[in-house]
C-alpha cells in the first residue's frame, strides 16, 4: 500500500504560502513595477518636474558608448568572478576534504573571510595594495620590480576588484562544495581505487559528476553575486575608476542614480541589468542544467 | 500628605519644563561634515543654542557631501526634509534649477525681516552662489579655494631658495625639474584636478568654463574648456609626467599623501588642507602662495573661484519656523563666529570683517600664509569668467574631466583629443540636463 501524506484542506496551503507571497510581492514585485514606471520619467531630483518620456532613457543608454563599455567590463568582471570563485573554492574544499590532522581548524579559517563586510574587504584590499603605503604593492615594486597601482592603471584594477571579490565570496562556495563533497559515499571512490583509478580520474569521473549539482547552484549563485553583491567591494575599492575602468553596470546605476541625479536614466540601466540576469538565469537552467546529475 | 505635595510639585515642574522645550521651536540641519570639522559645527549649533532659547538647530551628520544630498532629495520627496541642507558647490545648479523645493536666502532675509547685508560678504563667495543680479540663494558656509604650498626642505636640497615659491608655471616646471634631479620622487601634484588644474586655471586666466557667463546666464549652455589656452596648459603638465616634474596622484584628495609623505615638493590643494599639511610637513617647512599662472595667456592672474558647500533652505515647513534659520543664518555670519570657523578649519571667512578680525587677532603673523586663499580670491573684481560656475550635471561633467586627464596622464590621447572629447561628452550631459529642467 503507498503511504501518501495529502492536504484535504483547500486553504490551508494557500495560507501557508501566504506569508512568502506578500514578501514576495511587497519587496519584488513592486520596487521592480515602480523601476519600470520611473524608467520611462524624465525628472529633475528633487521631482518637481516630471515628464512621461516613453523609452527616451533607454534610447539614451542604448547611444552611450560609456554604457557599452560598462556592459563589457561588467561581462569580464563576471566571468572571472565566477569561474575564479568557483574554480579556486572547488580546489580548497576537495583539499581540506582530504586534510585529516586540524581538519576543523582549516574549515574554520576558511570559512572566516565569508564574515567581512564587502566594505571592509574593499578597505582591506585597498590598504593591502595602496600604491605609497601598501605593504603588497610595495613588496611588488622592491622585490619584485612591478609598479602596482591600481588607482591610475585601470587592467591593474579590475584584477584587484576581481581578486577582492572572489576572495570575499569563497568561503561560502568552499562550506557548499565540502558539505556536496561529504555527502558522496566513500564506497563509490574506494571501489574505484581498488579498480586502480588514480586520484585525478577518481575526481574527474566520480566527484565531478556527483558535485554538479552544488557547482550549478553555486553557478547561479556566484553570476547574481558578481551582477550585484560586488558593488560594496568596488564602492570601497575604487568607486568605478581609474576612468571607470571598474565601472560595473550595478555601480553605474548607482552612480548615475544617486551621485548624478539622473533618476530616470538609472531606472532604465536597473531594469536592463535585471533583464541580463533573468535571461542568464533562464540559460543557466535551460542549458547547463541538462547536463546535470541529481 | 507632604510626600504627595513634593511629588505633585516634582510632575509639576517636569510638566512645566516639558512645556518650555516644547515652545522651542527645533530647526533640522543636515550636514556632510565628519571628523574635526563635525565637531567644529556641532560647537556651532551649541553656541546657538545657548545664546537664545527660542530655537534649537539640531545638527545631524549625514555621511558624504553626496549622501547628505540623496538624503535630502529623498525626504524632501516624502515631505520629511529639514530645514537646512548643506550642498557642495558642484550641486548648485541641480539646487536652483529645483524650484519649489529651495527657499532663497535672499527671500527667506526679507520675507523674515532680518537685517542683512549683501556687501559685508566677500565678493567671491558671494557670486558663485547668487543669482546675475546679485541676489544670495544660498547661505555661504564653508569655502575654500585651491592654493600652492612648497616644502621648503625639499627646495633647499635641490638649491632652490625655499622663500622664494614659483609665480609662474614655466618657473615652477624648471624648479620641479631640479628637485626632481636632486634625488625626489616628484616635482609637483595638485589636489582635485578639475576644479584646480581647469576650473580655476580657467577663472585665474580669465577664459570661460561654458558659455553664458559659466552657466550664469541660463541652463542651454557648452562647454569651452577646449581653447587653445587649456590644450597648451594641459600638454605642458603632460609634458612634465615624462621626468616626473609632475605625477598625477589619483582623484579628489588623494595626491596629498605624496605631498605630505615628502615625494613631493610642490603641491596645489585646497586651502583648507593647510592644517592637515602643516601637521604632516611642520609648520615651518611648508610655505604657502598663490597659484602659478602662464604670463604668455594673462598678463596678470585674475582671481580664483571656491570650492566647499553652502546652506540651502528647503521650502515644505511653517513659515513661523523660518524665522530660526534667518536668525541663524544672521548667527553664522557674523564677525567672531566667522573667525573662529575660519581658523579653526582653513576654509576662508565669509565675511570682509572677519578677516579683519582675524588680521587683529594676529593670526596670520603666526600662521604665515593662511591669508593667501582670501588675497587670491579678491585679487581683481570678478569677471564673467572668474565668478564662478552654474554647471548642470556638474558631478558626471567632473567624472568626465577626470577621466579625460586621466587618459593624457596615462599617454592614451593627447591635450587636444582628451579636451575635446571632454566637451563633446560633458554637452551631451548638460543637454540632458536641459531636458529634465524645461
Known amino acids: 500500500m503507498e503511504k501518501r501524506v495529502t492536504f484535504d484542506e483547500k486553504t490551508l496551503p494557500y495560507l501557508l504560502v501566504l506569508p512568502q507571497i506578500v514578501i514576495t510581492l511587497v519587496f519584488f514585485f513592486w520596487p521592480s513595477a515602480q523601476m519600470i514606471w520611473q524608467s520611462m520619467l524624465l525628472e529633475d531630483a528633487f521631482g518637481g518636474n516630471t515628464r512621461f518620456v516613453w523609452f527616451e532613457n533607454f534610447a539614451h543608454l542604448f547611444q552611450d558608448p560609456a554604457y557599452y563599455r560598462s556592459a563589457a567590463i561588467t561581462a569580464v568582471f563576471s566571468g572571472a568572478v565566477a569561474v575564479l570563485g568557483l574554480a579556486l573554492s572547488l580546489l580548497l574544499a576537495v583539499m581540506a576534504d582530504r586534510v585529516i590532522k586540524g581538519a576543523t581548524a582549516y574549515k574554520a579559517f576558511l570559512v572566516w573571510p565569508y564574515a567581512v563586510a564587502p566594505a571592509v574587504v574593499g578597505v582591506l584590499w585597498g590598504f593591502l595594495f595602496n600604491p605609497s603605503v601598501g605593504i603588497v604593492a610595495w613588496a611588488l615594486r622592491n622585490l619584485f620590480g612591478y609598479e602596482f597601482n591600481y588607482v591610475l592603471n585601470g587592467g591593474q584594477a579590475l584584477v584587484l576588484v576581481v581578486f577582492a571579490a572572489v576572495w570575499s565570496q569563497i568561503s561560502y562556495n568552499f562550506l557548499f562544495f ?9 564506497s563509490l571512490i574506494e ?50 575608476g581609474p576612468a571607470k575602468a571598474t565601472e560595473i553596470l550595478v555601480f553605474k546605476v548607482y552612480n548615475d542614480g544617486f551621485r548624478g541625479q539622473d533618476l530616470g536614466g538609472s531606472a532604465a540601466q536597473s531594469a536592463i541589468l535585471m533583464a541580463i540576469v533573468i535571461l542568464l538565469t533562464v540559460v543557466q537552467f535551460r542549458f547547463i542544467e541538462r547536463k546535470v546529475h541529481y | 500628605m507632604k510626600r504627595m505635595l513634593l511629588s505633585s510639585v516634582a510632575g509639576l515642574a517636569t510638566l512645566l519644563s516639558v512645556a518650555s522645550v516644547q515652545a522651542q521651536t527645533e530647526i533640522q540641519w543636515w550636514h556632510a561634515m565628519g571628523g574635526n570639522l563635525g565637531e567644529a559645527v556641532n560647537a556651532l549649533a551649541d553656541q546657538f543654542n545657548k545664546e537664545q532659547s527660542a530655537y534649537k538647530v539640531n545638527a545631524v551628520f549625514k555621511g558624504s557631501y553626496t549622501e ?32 519649489g523645493a529651495v527657499y532663497p536666502v535672499h527671500q527667506l532675509m526679507a520675507d523674515t525681516k532680518e537685517p542683512f547685508d549683501p556687501k559685508s560678504f566677500i565678493g567671491p563667495v558671494y557670486g558663485y552662489y547668487s543669482t546675475t543680479d546679485g541676489k544670495l540663494l544660498s547661505m555661504p558656509f564653508n569655502s575654500s579655494t585651491p592654493v600652492f604650498y612648497r616644502n621648503k626642505e625639499m627646495m633647499k636640497k635641490a638649491g632652490l631658495d625655499p622663500e622664494k615659491a614659483p609665480a609662474t608655471w614655466p618657473e615652477l616646471a624648471d624648479m620641479a625639474k631640479k628637485v626632481v634631479a636632486s634625488g625626489a620622487k616628484c616635482g609637483f601634484t595638485s589636489q582635485w584636478q578639475t576644479w584646480a588644474l581647469i576650473e580655476n586655471f580657467g577663472a585665474l586666466h580669465d577664459l570661460p568654463f561654458a558659455t553664458k557667463a559659466n552657466g550664469f546666464g541660463g541652463i542651454d549652455i557648452e562647454l569651452k574648456i577646449n581653447s587653445p589656452g587649456h590644450v597648451k596648459h594641459i600638454q605642458a603638465l603632460f609634458d612634465m609626467t615624462k621626468d616626473k616634474s609632475f605625477v598625477y596622484g589619483g582623484r579628489e584628495g588623494k595626491s596629498t599623501a605624496l605631498f605630505t609623505a615628502g615625494d613631493c615638493a610642490f603641491h596645489i590643494a585646497s586651502s583648507a588642507t593647510a592644517s592637515a599639511i602643516d601637521k604632516a610637513l611642520g609648520q615651518g617647512n611648508v610655505g604657502i602662495s598663490m597659484m602659478p599662472y602662464w604670463p604668455d595667456i594673462k598678463a596678470k592672474p585674475q582671481n580664483s573661484i571656491i570650492g566647499g558647500a553652502t546652506l540651502w533652505v528647503l521650502q515644505g515647513k511653517p513659515q513661523a519656523e523660518y524665522a530660526g534659520v534667518a536668525k541663524f543664518f544672521s548667527f553664522l555670519s557674523r564677525p567672531d563666529i ?71 596622464w596615462a599617454g592614451q590621447k593627447t591635450a587636444k583629443v582628451a579636451l575635446d572629447d571632454a566637451v563633446k561628452r560633458g554637452n551631451d550631459l548638460l543637454k540632458r540636463f536641459e531636458a529634465a529642467n524645461k
Do not use: C
Open chain 1, 178 to 186: 565540502l558539505a556536496g563533497l561529504q555527502s558522496i559515499p566513500r
Open chain 1, 191 to 240: 571501489a574505484a581505487a581498488i579498480d586502480g583509478a588514480g586520484p585525478g580520474r577518481r575526481f574527474w569521473t566520480i566527484i565531478f559528476p556527483l558535485l554538479s549539482p552544488t557547482g550549478f547552484f553555486l553557478l547561479v549563485v556566484n553570476v547574481i553575486y558578481a551582477f550585484f553583491g560586488t558593488f560594496g567591494v568596488v564602492d570601497a575599492l575604487t568607486k568605478g
Open chain 2, 68 to 99: 547628505t544630498l540623496t538624503a535630502a532629495i529623498a525626504a524632501f520627496r516624502a515631505k520629511q526634509n529639514p530645514h537646512i541642507v548643506q550642498v557642495f558647490e558642484v550641486g548648485t545648479a541641480s539646487m536652483m534649477a529645483a524650484k
Open chain 2, 338 to 408: 566667522q573667525a573662529k570657523w575660519h581658523q579653526e578649519t582653513g576654509y576662508v571667512p565669509i565675511t570682509v570683517a572677519a578677516t579683519s578680525v582675524t588680521e587683529k587677532a594676529g593670526f596670520y603673523q603666526k600662521n604665515p600664509g593662511r591669508d593667501i586663499a582670501v588675497k587670491q580670491l579678491e585679487l581683481n573684481p570678478p569677471t564673467e569668467n572668474s565668478k564662478g560656475l552654474r554647471i548642470g550635471n556638474f558631478v558626471q561633467i567632473r567624472d568626465v574631466m577626470d577621466e579625460e586627464l586621466e587618459a593624457v
